[in-house]
């Protein structure tokens, strides 16, 4: 009997780690007043991840892990990552006042997700560009559960993101 716990205590020790790198909902997240995001799963969501300022003011993003599940776990995190950059850089409380000043807005948190797998060692330039290719070559009901306007995403030569060594 003890060694079968000794076995449950090794095999949850080390899956929980390879567990939350993979989801999504374990990315930290804050908005533009500093404040963390809550992030939970909700299979109703329509979008792989869809950020929300509620009622009571405070910043959430739901996640669902269902949509898109064929999805590599880089674009997964860039769509999260998305989510984020629109909390993070207050694009929910100021939207946009024309068209051009929103697709700004878009290209700043595609750049915005992109930088955070970039600098926290999720991709590479290589990576980027694998990423870019994955998202391009959606259809345009795979683009419906993603969050932002259907569009082209070109992180390597929007974002300019170099290595920090």
Same mark, same amino acid.
């Given at each position: 009997?003890?060694?079968?716990?000794?076995?449950?205590?090794?095999?949850?020790?080390?899956?929980?780690?390879?567990?939350?790198? +993979?989801?999504?909902?374990?990315?930290?997240?804050?908005?533009?007043?500093?404040?963390?995001?809550?992030?939970?799963?909700?299979?109703?969501?329509?979008?792989? %991840?869809?950020?929300?300022?509620?009622?009571?003011?405070?910043?959430?993003?739901?996640? =669902?892990?269902?949509?898109?599940?064929?999805?590599?776990? =880089?674009?997964?995190?860039?769509?999260?990552?998305? %989510?984020?950059?629109?909390?993070?850089?207050?694009?929910?409380?100021?939207?946009?006042? =024309?068209?051009? +000043?929103?697709?700004?807005?878009?290209?700043?948190?595609?750049?915005?997700?992109?930088?955070?797998?970039?600098? +926290?060692?999720?991709?590479?330039?290589?990576?980027?560009?694998?990423?870019? +290719?994955?998202?391009?070559?959606?259809?345009?009901?795979?683009?419906?559960?993603?969050?932002?306007? $259907?569009? $082209?995403?070109?992180? =390597?030569?929007?974002?300019?993101?170099?290595?920090?060594?």
């Amino acid at each position: 009997m003890q060694r079968l716990i000794w076995v449950a205590v090794f095999l949850i020790t080390f899956s929980l780690p390879a567990w939350a790198e +993979e989801s999504p909902g374990s990315m930290y997240c804050s908005d533009h007043h500093g404040t963390h995001v809550k992030m939970f799963s909700d299979s109703s969501a329509r979008k792989i %991840s869809e950020a929300n300022i509620a009622t009571g003011g405070y910043s959430t993003i739901r996640i =669902n892990l269902g949509q898109l599940s064929d999805l590599s776990a =880089n674009a997964r995190s860039f769509a999260v990552g998305f %989510s984020c950059a629109r909390l993070t850089l207050g694009h929910l409380v100021k939207g946009a006042e =024309n068209i051009y +000043e929103h697709f700004d807005q878009v290209e700043n948190a595609d750049c915005w997700a992109a930088g955070k797998l970039f600098y +926290e060692g999720g991709v590479d330039k290589k990576g980027l560009t694998a990423l870019e +290719e994955e998202i391009n070559h959606l259809n345009r009901e795979q683009w419906s559960h993603l969050p932002g306007p $259907v569009r $082209v995403i070109s992180l =390597n030569d929007t974002c300019k993101l170099t290595p920090l060594n």
